[in-house]
């Protein structure tokens, strides 16, 4: 059986994340986040240079709903540090 993108299967055949996928997801999304942002400005932008108050209240809502994510996605990151900076102390601690 082949594993899926971004999982390897160990020698026992069961399935693990590769150590790097959520470092590259964690890229992929904050990119995503940032490009929301940008498009959010940019319809805000166009929405008061055309007097469309709809596109300017629509592009201030995907600017938020970007940030928003951002600050969820760096909190996750954080967490994660967080979580395994606990797992390297007890690790060290059994040498």
Known sequence: MNAPYGV???????????????????VFDKAKDKAEQAVGSAKEKLGELTGN???TDSGKADQTSGEAKEAGHELKDKASG??????DKFSNEDR
Do not use: N, Y
């Not at 390897?8 to 150590?19: D, T």
């Open 8 to 26: 390897s299967e160990s020698m026992s055949g069961a399935f693990a994340r590769h150590p790097h996928e959520e470092d590259r997801m964690s």
């Open 82 to 87: 967080a979580v395994q900076d606990v797992k």
């Open 53 to 55: 108050e709809e596109l």
